[in-house]
């Protein structure tokens, strides 16, 4: 009478969800938000291919 019940139980599956009908205000802010997220990229390769800002690296003071 022994049951072959080891380790962690395996989760329930969720049931997969239905595509969402979008409205003309939804579909707007999602282009809106991959629009903004293509802009973001592009300036973070324009800003990676520059360098650092500073250029000098750390600032030494002048005392001796």
Excluded: H, R, T, W
């Excluded at 707007?28 to 650092?52: C, T, V």
């Amino acid at each position: 009478m022994s049951s072959k019940q080891g380790g962690k139980a395996k989760p329930l599956k969720k049931p997969k969800s239905d595509k969402k009908d979008y409205d003309e205000i939804d579909i707007a802010n999602i282009q809106k938000k991959k629009d903004e997220e293509k802009a973001l990229k592009e300036l973070k390769a324009k800003a990676s291919q520059k360098g650092s800002f500073g250029g000098s690296g750390l600032k030494k003071s002048g005392k001796k």
